[in-house]
């Protein structure tokens, strides 16, 4: 009896692993794994000027400064890519404060009767975009990025804070903003900026012959619906030289010298002039 049970026992424990494993079935294969999608590169403006520095001599009239730039990793089609990035160029120059007056009639005079004092104007404001900027974004996108001659950064300083309500401070600075473009300081050019193919831009600004001499700062925009994706900031720096850089530095440097020398020069050119004319008629 115990010779049956033997091998019975050692049948029974050689064909156990073998039915559970037949029972677990066979092992499932390891599931693939995948790569993440890589992210999607963002757009990128660069931009640079045509000239960093310019002279300014007694012959100044004028200059004109080309912006131009692209757009890296850019996402717009090739076939219709017009109209899928708007980029707008604001060239700023240094502000300075700036006093504004109004005149009134009394007693059939004008005279000055109130003023207002803004503490920090640009001396030179333009913009060229590529289309009008009323069109490229809101209101609050442009204010918060001092895009526009209405979101212009103008704070009255002094007492005009709170001794004019908010229309009349209103009134004198658009009033700035008038003279201003009046004599061509604050230029708008809705289609200045022209996309040549797909990611490429260019831009002419125009500098007047009155131009302020000082650092200008030129800021690029890349807007996409509505909003600013990137931006670029470059620097054109204007100053004086040869004779008109002597005689600044002499009228700030000497004042009192500079005011006796013109007067005595204005005088010397009087008595010139008399004297040749009395010639004349004798």
Not at 152 to 175: C, H, L, N, Q
Not at 199 to 213: D, E, G, H, K, Y
Request: proline share 7%; glycine share 8%; with cysteine.
């Amino acid at each position: 009896m115990r010779g049956l049970l033997l091998p019975l026992l050692l049948l029974l424990a050689c064909g156990l692993p073998a039915a559970a494993q037949d029972a677990a079935g066979p092992r499932s294969a390891p599931r693939p794994t995948f790569a993440p999608t890589p992210p999607v590169p963002q757009e990128k403006v660069e931009a640079d000027i045509s000239t960093r520095t310019l002279e300014v001599t007694t012959g100044f009239t004028g200059h004109e400064i080309i912006v131009f730039g692209s757009v890296d990793n850019s996402q717009a089609p090739r076939e219709q890519y017009a109209g899928y990035y708007d980029v707008v160029v604001v060239v700023e120059g240094t502000p300075f404060p700036i006093v504004v007056r109004r005149k009134s009639d009394v007693a059939g005079v004008w005279v000055n009767t109130s003023s207002v004092t803004f503490g920090s104007v640009p001396s030179y404001y333009a913009i060229a975009s590529t289309r009008p900027i009323e069109q490229v974004a809101g209101p609050g996108v442009l204010e918060r990025h001092a895009i526009g001659l209405q979101h212009i950064k103008m704070t009255p300083s002094g007492a005009a804070r709170s001794g004019f309500k908010d229309y009349e401070v209103a009134a004198f600075r658009s009033a700035v903003i008038r003279l201003k473009k009046k004599d061509n300081l604050y230029v708008l050019a809705p289609n200045g900026v022209e996309f040549v193919g797909r990611s490429l831009f260019r831009s002419t600004i125009a500098l007047p012959a009155n131009v302020p001499v000082g650092p200008l700062v030129a800021r690029t925009y890349l807007f996409r619906n509505g909003e600013v994706i990137s931006a670029h900031i470059a620097r054109v720096t204007l100053h004086r030289t040869g004779v008109e850089w002597l005689v600044h530095n002499f009228a700030f440097v000497y004042p009192m010298s500079y005011g006796l020398i013109a007067v005595l020069i204005a005088v010397g050119c009087g008595l010139l002039a008399s004297a040749y004319f009395r010639r004349q008629t004798a």
